[in-house]
């Protein structure tokens, strides 16, 4: 029974426009959540994470939200970049990481 | 540059075959994960150790062997495998387990591509 879900698998955008990245989880003990960015045949990469306390977290052009009453975790790229083209996984610790399917990501020129 | 290499980066192995996969860790860090991700499928882990310890094993079959003979190495010997075992596996490392009571990133490698024939 997956823990943490992203339901699109795709996400096509126009440069220069926002991506908006969803994640749900079940489990509401999760305290720390995280994002990866995966390109092709490299393993998956820390992008930034969020603690449980905290509802968002900004690192650049990329900002975390948590709604922890909805069990909701959302990526915002802005603005998005063509270098942006990955899979995105987002991932929730609790006795260990369980990850989801992952996005893929597509920032049109 | 990750600081998490894995060798080889592609296999292809027979159901009889015996072949081991490598991680090396250069992060200074005492805890290293094996994952196995199958097309369409989150992320499956499959073993954990915590200061060369192993501290988790999630129902992996005994066809996988991990070894991990100090903190910056991490095999993962393979034998009798099944074509459904072909997977991107992924070795990861941190500064500690969440089984020893810290949440921590955790750094990947760029995975070896496994293929059972």
């Known amino acids: 029974d997956q823990q943490v879900k992203q339901n699109s698998p795709s996400l096509s955008v126009q440069e220069g426009r926002i991506s908006i990245l969803n994640c749900d989880y079940t489990?509401?003990?999760?305290?720390?959540f995280l994002w990866y960015k995966k390109y092709p045949a490299e393993g998956p990469t820390f992008l930034i994470s969020?603690?449980?306390?905290?509802d968002k977290n900004e690192d650049g052009r990329f900002t975390v939200f948590l709604n922890k009453s909805a069990k909701h975790l959302s990526l915002h790229i802005v603005p998005s970049q063509p270098g942006d083209s990955a899979v995105y996984f987002c991932a929730a610790s609790g006795n260990q990481f369980y990850f989801g399917t992952g996005t893929s990501l597509t920032v049109i020129p | 540059e990750t600081g998490v290499t894995q060798t080889p980066r592609h296999l292809v192995m027979g159901m009889t075959n015996k072949k081991s996969l490598k991680c090396e860790q250069h992060l200074g860090h005492n805890a290293m994960y094996w994952y196995k991700q199958s097309a369409k499928k989150p992320l499956e882990l499959m073993f954990v150790y915590n200061f060369k310890e192993q501290t988790e094993n999630n129902s992996v079959p005994s066809r996988f062997s991990p070894e991990c003979p100090n903190s910056s190495h991490l095999f993962l010997h393979l034998h009798t495998l099944q074509p459904e075992d072909s997977a991107l596996y992924l070795c990861?490392?941190?500064?500690?387990?969440?089984?020893?009571?810290?949440?921590?990133?955790?750094?990947f490698g760029p995975g070896t591509r496994l293929t059972v024939l």
């Open positions: 990861a490392s941190s500064r500690a387990s969440q089984l020893a009571g810290y949440t921590d990133t955790q750094y």
């Open positions: 969020i603690s449980s306390i905290k």
């Open positions: 489990n509401s003990m999760f305290d720390y």
